[in-house]
């Protein structure tokens, strides 16, 4: 039986990732990163979003207790650490349980489709209707955010779909 992987971190530098899975492996866990050769090239990345740092299931609590401690150790050893102030920045805990997998499927999709308006129209807007088809064959709950970010990505990819076929159309009228 394969065990669940959870995201515990993401990261938008892949270099950042990998600090942070080598950390988790020196410590004993069994750390993946997803996302981190999409991420590595530009145009990809901003498609897919960020590299995640993912353990078994079973490994979570201790893991994400393992990068609280790396955290405080970082800032008690830097020279001119600023003071924190409280709730300023989110536990990591609550940042890995607000994301659902149709809320990262919702936002993939958006971002193709807003990437795919400029670079590459028709293909990244194609990938965005995939990523939007699996979006609806999931059968958990979507955030008010991932939504609209859904509903958004499915109006420009039908947009520019429609505009890609009107010029294909012209096209082939002039030949």
Not at 12 to 28: S, V
């Amino acid at each position: 039986m394969v065990e669940e992987l959870v995201t515990i971190a993401k990261y938008h530098k892949p270099f950042e990732a990998q600090l942070a899975k080598n950390y988790l492996e020196a410590r004993g866990f069994e750390p993946t990163l997803s996302n981190e050769l999409a991420v590595a090239t530009w145009a990809a990345g901003m498609a897919v979003g960020d590299v995640q740092l993912q353990v078994p299931a079973h490994q979570a609590g201790e893991a994400l207790e393992a990068m609280r401690q790396c955290e405080s150790l970082v800032v008690a050893g830097a020279a001119e650490a600023p003071a924190a102030e409280p709730g300023a920045r989110p536990d990591l805990e609550e940042e890995a349980s607000e994301i659902s997998y149709g809320d990262a499927l919702a936002s993939r999709a958006w971002r193709a489709a807003i990437l795919g308006s400029f670079v590459l129209p028709p293909l990244l807007n194609v990938y965005s209707l995939s990523v939007l088809l699996q979006l609806f064959g999931w059968e958990g709950e979507l955030s008010p955010t991932a939504t609209r970010k859904m509903r958004a990505a499915l109006i420009i990819d039908c947009v520019v779909l429609a505009l890609a076929l009107v010029l294909l159309e012209a096209w082939l009228a002039l030949w």
